[in-house]
């Protein structure tokens, strides 16, 4: 898992991480989001067990539509 704010400073996004915790990359520096050539906000990339991108979705999902994708990959 990755996260990428749009039109926050670097110091908005370590304080987020910091608030809520998360132990996984956020913000631009990582280069996640330009190596998996991600179009938009939000972006969901479904990744499999042997790191390969098995689905890009950019919008909105339901709980449903993301529970199925992980199902896919599981």
Known sequence: MFAQFAKS??????KFAET??????VGEENGIAKTLDT????TLVFISKDGQVTK????????????????EIL
């Open 56 to 71: 890009q979705i950019v919008g909105a999902l339901s709980a449903e539509e993301i529970n199925a994708g992980i199902a």
């Open 9 to 14: 400073t670097k110091e908005d996004v370590a």
């Open 20 to 25: 809520f915790h998360l132990t996984f990359p």
């Open 39 to 42: 179009k938009g906000l939000p």
